[in-house]
């Protein structure tokens, strides 16, 4: 029997890139070898995105698609489309043709081979800015030291999983949601290929800075607890640090009562160190308990305000 391979693709926005989008993907799906499915998630577009999609699931049945209430951001919208996935395997990409739709062919060989996760990894980022492209250098390192679990270098969520990989996932219920990081905690047998990213095809990028800060301390927050612990850490040698100072007094008092210590300066410099030290503090564990509050609430991770294309769906 033929796999029926899902595409994944978050939506946002694009209408410039959907036709050509969809050429590319056409093309490809000739090439797999097997049945695709295309499940495009429009993610509260603002321009002509959604009719787009009408137009395309009314031309070719293979497309199909979830219209989100309002913006619900990029890894809610590629969840929601892994709810629907009904493939054996599945595809997420990006709508812009950063991820080139050609890349799944190889994707699923590795798949045929065994892998149940095969990962884009970015070999270069040469057509992106670098600054785009060093705190993300950054941003990947401090999060390999500091994670709990191997998250891969310079991986995004462009990636082939099977549907038991995809099947975890839809029982993760965190609202918080770093796909990458949850992927690589699934575990199962996981392979990268190395590719180049290509630029835009077209259309503004839809990741802000604040966006992606915002982002990269979901994953870091989702997936350590090291900075918990810095506050600690740093706790412990301030004490040390007083401990010395007091010595360095006491020493002073007693031996040379001409002293060096002449006061405000150093008194100022430490209270506004410590006060420093102690806001950080709980500005971080305000971040983990933001969070806890998040996931307390329970609720749905998404609104669907239209579907087409999932006839003998699931949910
Ligand atoms: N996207 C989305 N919702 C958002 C932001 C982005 O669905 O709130 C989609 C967007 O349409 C694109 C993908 O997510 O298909 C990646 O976005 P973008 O290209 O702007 O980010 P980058 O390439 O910098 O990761
Ligand atoms: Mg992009």
Same mark, same amino acid.
């Given at each position: 029997? @033929?796999?029926?391979?899902?595409?994944?693709?978050?939506?946002?926005?694009?209408?410039?890139? +959907?036709?050509?989008?969809?050429?590319?993907?056409?093309?490809?799906?000739?090439?797999?070898?097997? %049945?695709?499915?295309?499940?495009?998630?429009?993610?509260?577009?603002?321009?002509?995105?959604?009719?787009?999609?009408?137009?395309?699931?009314?031309?070719?049945?293979?497309?199909?698609?979830?219209?989100?209430?309002?913006?619900?951001?990029?890894?809610?919208?590629?969840?929601?489309?892994?709810?629907?996935?009904?493939? @054996?395997?599945?595809?997420?990409?990006?709508?812009?043709?950063?991820?080139?739709?050609?890349?799944?062919?190889?994707?699923?060989?590795?798949? =045929?081979?065994?892998?149940?996760?095969? *990962?884009? @990894?970015?070999?270069?980022?040469?057509?992106?800015?670098?600054?785009?492209?060093?705190?993300? *250098?950054?941003?990947?390192?401090?999060?390999?030291?500091?994670?709990?679990?191997?998250?891969?270098?310079?991986?995004?969520?462009?990636?082939?999983?099977?549907?038991? /990989?995809?099947?975890?996932?839809? %029982?993760?219920?965190?609202?918080?949601?770093?796909?990458?990081?949850?992927?690589?905690?699934?575990? +199962?047998?996981?392979?990268?290929?190395?590719?180049?990213?290509?630029?835009?095809?077209?259309?503004? /990028?839809? *990741?802000?800075?604040?966006?992606?800060?915002? #982002?990269?301390?979901?994953?870091?927050?989702? #997936?350590?607890?090291?900075?918990?612990?810095?506050?600690?850490?740093?706790?412990?040698?301030?004490?040390?640090?007083?401990?010395?100072?007091?010595?360095?007094?006491?020493?002073?008092?007693?031996?040379?009562?001409?002293?060096?210590?002449?006061? #405000?300066?150093?008194?100022?410099?430490?209270?506004?160190?410590?006060?420093?030290?102690?806001? /950080?503090?709980?500005?971080? =564990?305000?971040?983990?308990?933001?969070?806890? *509050?998040?996931?307390?609430?329970?609720?749905?991770?998404? /609104?669907?305000?239209?579907?087409?294309?999932?006839?003998?769906?699931?949910?």
């Amino acid at each position: 029997m @033929q796999p029926l391979y899902s595409f994944v693709i978050p939506v946002y926005n694009e209408e410039t890139n +959907l036709p050509e989008l969809y050429r590319r993907l056409n093309a490809t799906g000739d090439r797999l070898g097997g %049945k695709i499915e295309i499940i495009l998630i429009n993610d509260g577009s603002r321009d002509r995105t959604l009719s787009i999609l009408r137009d395309l699931h009314s031309q070719d049945r293979r497309v199909c698609y979830l219209s989100l209430s309002r913006n619900f951001g990029h890894q809610i919208a590629v969840t929601a489309g892994l709810n629907f996935a009904r493939g @054996q395997a599945i595809i997420v990409m990006d709508a812009d043709l950063q991820d080139p739709p050609e890349l799944a062919l190889e994707m699923a060989q590795k798949w =045929l081979d065994g892998y149940q996760v095969v *990962y884009a @990894q970015r070999s270069k980022r040469l057509k992106e800015g670098w600054l785009k492209r060093l705190p993300a *250098y950054l941003f990947y390192r401090l999060l390999k030291r500091l994670a709990d679990i191997d998250i891969p270098l310079d991986t995004g969520d462009f990636c082939l999983m099977d549907g038991q /990989v995809v099947q975890m996932l839809n %029982k993760m219920p965190e609202q918080n949601r770093y796909i990458r990081g949850l992927r690589s905690w699934v575990g +199962l047998r996981q392979t990268a290929i190395l590719f180049e990213r290509d630029p835009r095809f077209s259309g503004k /990028v839809k *990741y802000t800075f604040a966006k992606s800060f915002s #982002f990269a301390m979901n994953g870091l927050i989702s #997936f350590s607890r090291v900075p918990l612990r810095l506050s600690t850490y740093v706790g412990l040698l301030a004490a040390v640090a007083a401990l010395i100072m007091a010595c360095m007094v006491l020493y002073w008092r007693i031996v040379a009562p001409d002293s060096p210590l002449t006061g #405000f300066a150093t008194i100022m410099i430490a209270i506004f160190f410590l006060g420093a030290v102690q806001l /950080v503090s709980i500005g971080i =564990l305000g971040e983990y308990i933001g969070r806890i *509050y998040e996931e307390v609430k329970g609720r749905p991770l998404y /609104v669907l305000a239209e579907v087409a294309g999932f006839e003998e769906n699931k949910k």
